[in-house]
């Protein structure tokens, strides 16, 4: 009966000191950190977001605080998918400027706005939009995810 009693402390002493490291948050600047963070963080602490402007969305270059919230506002208008890419894969930069990392669909989301804007959505093709549209959504996911950067 000890030692069931004895591992039985023992286990929930490790299982306890385990989750409290793995749910442990650095905290840094006066809020609890995360791996990621939203679009809607980002906007609404625009003195962090600032400090990590400027950031280039493939020919779209992010220089000032009021452009960010813009574009992290889909530019007032959410029913353009390049809007919801930019705004999604600004805030993945900022996250990568944070916390570091990259992601495979932020490199072709950069690639793709070097040749099409916000401008160019209702020229492109069904398929450019499904791109587009999977696109964001890869970095809508990332960026809701509290998951470490990849490296």
Not at 64 to 77: E, H, P, T, W
Request: charged letters at 15%.
């Amino acid at each position: 009966m000890k030692k069931k009693l004895a591992l039985l402390v023992f286990t929930l002493i490790f299982v306890f000191s385990f989750s409290a490291a793995a749910f442990a948050t650095d905290c840094c600047d006066g809020c609890c950190c995360h791996y990621t963070l939203t679009p809607g963080f980002w906007k609404n602490h625009t003195d962090l977001t600032e400090s990590l402007l400027p950031i280039a969305l493939g020919n779209i270059d992010v220089t000032s605080i009021d452009q960010a919230v813009q574009i992290l506002n889909s530019n007032g208008d959410s029913s353009n998918g390049i809007n919801k890419l930019c705004r999604n894969l600004l805030a993945a930069k900022l996250n990568f400027a944070y916390f570091g990392g990259s992601l495979d669909a932020a490199s072709q989301a950069e690639c793709f706005l070097m040749e099409y804007g916000p401008d160019d959505w209702s020229t492109l093709t069904k398929e450019q939009k499904r791109y587009v549209l999977g696109l964001s959504s890869a970095l809508d996911a990332y960026n809701n995810s509290n998951h470490p950067p990849e490296s």
